[in-house]
């Protein structure tokens, strides 16, 4: 969606509505191609005071994910407000504004930034997952291996071979 950042600053009524929905696409984010599920929902306000430009909106839509320890897909909601603040006076002392030099804002490219600074950095499917075996490689959070688990620093591990060839 793209607001006429004139029409708000020298308008009657300094603000305007913000409720739409759009498809965002795929995207890559450290690695892993997030996949959006169904819309995206933006609904919010944009008003001037003065030459600031302040976007308050609320954001929703579902993201598909892959869990970085059992790597399974997952959904992850996103429900999140923000605020923004926009100028086109290159001279503003407001230091939170973002300086604009088009006459138009492009409030989705806006929306995905937000969605996009959001995302945790390690994305679990749930808080107790339990990953993948790291000898077979089953997910641990629907079977159970009988692997061989010896919790062993691999940093001694050339150290093990001493004490295992040692004559009596």
């Given amino acids: 969606m793209k ?7 020298s308008g009657r009524d ?46 929703k839509t579902n993201l598909e994910m892959i869990c970085s320890r059992c790597l399974d897909t997952f959904i992850y909601p996103i429900d999140i407000d923000i605020e923004e603040r926009f100028t086109t006076n290159s001279d503003s002392k407001d230091d939170e504004a973002i300086v604009v ?9 806006i929306v995905e930034t937000s969605i996009i600074s959001t995302l945790p950095i390690k994305r679990v499917c749930k808080d107790d997952c339990k990953g993948l075996c790291q000898e077979c490689g ?19 591990e050339a150290l093990r071979g001493l004490f295992d060839n040692k004559e009596v």
């Fill in 3 to 9: 607001v006429q950042i004139s029409d708000i600053i």
């Fill in 14 to 59: 300094r603000s305007k509505k913000i409720n739409y929905t759009f498809e965002m696409p795929k995207f890559d984010f450290e690695g892993d191609i997030i996949k959006p599920i169904g819309p995206c929902e933006v609904v919010g306000v944009i008003f001037s005071d003065s030459d600031i430009l302040i976007l308050n909106a609320k954001i």
């Fill in 101 to 109: 030099m088009d006459d138009v804002l492009d409030i989705t490219e």
């Fill in 138 to 156: 089953c997910n641990l959070n629907y079977e159970t291996c009988s692997c061989h688990k010896e919790d062993v620093d691999i940093r001694f």
